[in-house]
């Protein structure tokens, strides 16, 4: 069973960079798209990156795209997002959730196709 544990949340002020880290224990990494996911207060599940299995494609919501950077290390069993210019409004628990590709290329960008979430990361992003 594959368990995902996140880790590098902070408060930051906006326009500052933080860098979360997914760390997977098992030996299939390599099988799964990769997503990070976040959760406001009050507000659903939202989808925020993605990286195939194959970590040649990557996908953003609109929300973060060009301030955000997803990648992996397959060696290590580790996704990582390196957030820059963050705002308020980033503002969640972040969890970073897997999804059994065969295709290596898939990124789902619904939350629900994510599974093996783990206990999440907070980031607070003052004004």
């Known amino acids: 069973q594959v368990q995902l544990v996140e880790s590098g949340g902070g408060l930051v002020q906006a326009g500052g960079s933080l860098r979360l880290s997914c760390a997977a224990s098992?030996?299939?990494?390599?099988?799964?798209?990769m997503g990070w996911i976040r959760q406001a207060p009050g507000k659903e599940r939202e989808f925020v990156a993605g990286i195939a299995r194959t970590g040649g494609r990557t996908d953003y919501a609109d929300s973060v795209k060009g301030r955000f950077t997803v990648s992996r290390d397959t060696a290590n069993n580790t996704v990582y997002l390196q957030m820059d210019s963050v705002k308020p409004e980033d503002t969640a628990v972040y969890y970073c959730?897997?999804?059994?590709?065969?295709?290596?290329?898939?990124?789902?960008?619904?939350?629900?196709?994510?599974?093996?979430w783990g206990q999440g990361t907070q980031v607070t992003v003052s004004s």
């Open positions: 959730g897997r999804y059994v590709d065969y295709s290596g290329t898939a990124i789902p960008r619904a939350t629900n196709m994510y599974t093996n």
């Open positions: 098992g030996r299939t990494f390599s099988m799964y798209t």
